[in-house]
Every structure is written in structure tokens, then in C-alpha cells.
């Protein structure tokens, strides 16, 4: 396929049989992208796991090989097995069986691409035009522009010369609606949605008709019925939005308060909670300080190990001819006798002796009370018995 005229340089406008030439190069590439898109994705939907999508797979292939175009055939593998997902590129048999019967219409997609290129040069400064009526919408001049080329780009992919018009009237409308959506999402502190903004600049345009044609300023009811929309549609419409207000805005004559500080705090606890609450801490409190002072614990722990059997252990091992060991028992229970049929048949008897605990609190009062006593009159007990 011959390649398309090289875009024209400065703002010069193009004809009407450049457009068509231009707009069937770029219908003819778009046709053999998308068809080596599906005949690369059906064939990387065997090799690929159920995880990885085929079709963005094949879409990046196209797009990082679309630059490096023309190569021969015995070099697409060698490029193409790089830049396929999931460490496909690896096996040089699964890059065959990917690539075999690849319709990759070279020629159709350079055209295409320098269609496409040749679109967005000419009418670049289409695209500055516009932007420059929106200069003091509160976007830099860089991002109007910016914008504005998205919506040249999608004009281009969508334009159709057979319905009988130029270029550069049906991309304005694309321009347009990108720079404008772009006002609308990113200026405003709160956020309106693009078809409102639309609404609300056809409700004005048709005020502005019905103003000058009855010569009066058109009320709602005119309007809902010029527009073919609800009144409770227009009145939504015509409602003033509420201005901003920073929450640093100073309050009061002296100036030391901040709209912030007048507003409440969600995640606080409120005035009568809290009171509320130091209520119940000064109750329990108050409760506490009637209880009598703490005291020893009235059961010790369970079992505890002593260091040395006791003699009365070390003469029964004897007799049967074992050795005695450390046994644990109960710190407050009294010493058992050792059974005989462990001893007689030589096994080592487990015995239960009590230790000497070693008191950590000074004597208990006169006044102290009953479960005291008896835990003092058990240790007494425990050491007799050692």
C-alpha cells in the first residue's frame, strides 16, 4: 500500500481529498490491527494460563511492535517473543505456534499510523484555538491543551468523511467536550458530573434564544417546555449552587476562632457521656475504698518440687534397693505413708513431701481473719512433718 502525503507543516488546513485519502488509510489499518489482535489472541489463549487475559496481551504486542514495523518474517519472532506475557517469549516452540499464520498486514498498519499522525499535526492548532477560550477557567493553558489533543485523538478514530463534512468540523465538538469535561472534574472544589455541566450550558444557550425571541427574561415553565424537560428537572437545574467555605475562616469580633472549632467532632464523646462516665469512675472508686485490705492467698499453689527427698523416702529406697528422687506434692497437704507394692518390686517411688516455704509477709494482726489463721497453722504443720 502506498503510503499516505506527509502532514502538512504550520496550520494549513486540509483538503477534502486529503481527508478521505487519509480517512481510508486509517480505516485500512484499523482493520488489519484488530485482525492480528484476535488471530494473536486466539492463539495465546492456548499457551497462556486462565489467569493472564490473551487480549490485553495481544493489544501490547501490537502496540510496542507498531514503531519497530517494517521487519521480515524470520525476525518477528525474535521480536515479538520478548514482549509476550508470563515468560512465553522463553520457549522459542510456543513463540512458533503463537506466530503461525500471523495476518500482520505491515504496509496497512504504517499507513494507518501515519494517517493517524498526519490527523493530529494538521489540526493541532485547531486544538490551541479552542483551549484559548478557556484560559481563565482556572486550568493552566499546558493541561487545556493536553485535553484537548485527547479529544482530537478520539475525533480522529471516530471521523467518517462519507457523512459529508470536514474534519475540523466534527473534531471541534470532540475538542470541546474534552476541555470542558476537564473544567468541570478538576477546577471546582466540589465536584459536578460532566452530563450536569452539559445540561446546564443548553439550559443557558436556550435562555439566551427564548431572552432576545420574547424580549423578557424566559421563566422556568418556558424552559422546561423549549428543552422537553420536567420542571422539577429545570428547577434542579437553575438552583444556585452553595459557595465553598474554607473551615480556617475566622469567627467573631476578636478573631480567634475558626469556622473548624464551631463544628463538631463526630468521633468525641458528648458532654453528658463523659460526665456520665466520671460518675461511674468516682463510685467505683468510692466502693474499692470500702473493702478490707488485701490479704495472703488461702490456697497455695498445687504442687511444688522439693531438692531432696525426705528420710523416711531414703529409708524405704534403701530397704528395696532403689534409689529415692525428688518428689512433688501438695504444699498444705499433710506427708502420706509410702506404699509398699511400689517399693517391693523395685520401681523408684513417687513420694509427696512439703517444703519449707519461705514467708514473704510479716505476721498477720491479732484481727486477721479466719482463712489467715488457717494458712498459718497449715505451714506450721508442713514444717513438723519435714
Known amino acids: 500500500m502506498i503510503l499516505p502525503p506527509a502532514p502538512p507543516t504550520g496550520r494549513t488546513v486540509l483538503t477534502a481529498a486529503q481527508e478521505r485519502a487519509l480517512a481510508s488509510a486509517l480505516r485500512a489499518g484499523r482493520r488489519a490491527r484488530l485482525l492480528a489482535q484476535r488471530h494473536l489472541a486466539t492463539r495465546l489463549r492456548r499457551e497462556l494460563p486462565p489467569t493472564v487475559s ?6 501490547a504486542v501490537l502496540a510496542a511492535l507498531l514503531p519497530r514495523l517494517p521487519l521480515a518474517p524470520a525476525q518477528l519472532p525474535a521480536a515479538v517473543g520478548p514482549l509476550l506475557p508470563h515468560g512465553l517469549g522463553d520457549d522459542p516452540v510456543a513463540v512458533a505456534r503463537a506466530l503461525d499464520g500471523w495476518p500482520l498486514d505491515q504496509d496497512a498498519l504504517r499507513a494507518g499510523a501515519a494517517a493517524r499522525a ?8 485547531l486544538v490551541v484555538a479552542v483551549a484559548r477560550r478557556y484560559q481563565h477557567h482556572g486550568l493552566p493553558f499546558d493541561d487545556l491543551v493536553q485535553e484537548g489533543t485527547v479529544g482530537l485523538l478520539r475525533a480522529v478514530d471516530l471521523f467518517d468523511p462519507a457523512r459529508g463534512y470536514k474534519f475540523s468540523t466534527y473534531a471541534v465538538w470532540w475538542i470541546k467536550q474534552a476541555i470542558r469535561r476537564a473544567v468541570a472534574t478538576q477546577v471546582p472544589l466540589a465536584h459536578v458530573p460532566g452530563n450536569v455541566q452539559d445540561e446546564r ?5 436556550q435562555a439566551h434564544a427564548l431572552h432576545a425571541a420574547l424580549g423578557r427574561p424566559p421563566s422556568r415553565a418556558d424552559l422546561a417546555a423549549a428543552l422537553g ?3 422539577a428537572r429545570v428547577d434542579a437545574l437553575t438552583a444556585p449552587l452553595p459557595a ?3 473551615l480556617d475562616l475566622t469567627m467573631g469580633d476578636a478573631e480567634t476562632m475558626t469556622l473548624g472549632d464551631l463544628l463538631p467532632d463526630p468521633a468525641a464523646l458528648r458532654p453528658h457521656d463523659e460526665a456520665e462516665a466520671q460518675e461511674l469512675a468516682a463510685a467505683v472508686r468510692a466502693a474499692l475504698a470500702t473493702l478490707p485490705p488485701a490479704s495472703a492467698p488461702s490456697s497455695p499453689p498445687a504442687t511444688v518440687s522439693t531438692g531432696s527427698p525426705p528420710a ?9 534397693g532403689s534409689r529415692a528422687r525428688p518428689c512433688s506434692r501438695p504444699r498444705s497437704a499433710p506427708l502420706p505413708a509410702c506404699a509398699a507394692p511400689p517399693c517391693a ?3 523408684r517411688p513417687t513420694m509427696t513431701t512439703t517444703p519449707t516455704p519461705t514467708p514473704t509477709t510479716p505476721p ?13 497453722r497449715t505451714v506450721r504443720d508442713t514444717r513438723r512433718v519435714d
Open 345 to 347: 518390686t523395685g520401681s
Open 54 to 59: 490473551a487480549r490485553a496481551a495481544a493489544v
Open 364 to 376: 498477720p494482726p491479732p484481727d486477721a481473719s479466719r482463712a489467715t489463721r488457717a494458712w498459718g
Open 201 to 205: 450550558a443548553r439550559l443557558a444557550r
Open 229 to 231: 424537560l420536567p420542571r
Open 244 to 246: 465553598p467555605v474554607p
Open 312 to 320: 523416711r523416702c531414703r529409708r524405704l529406697a534403701t530397704a528395696s
Open 118 to 125: 498526519a490527523f493530529v499535526a494538521a489540526n493541532h492548532g
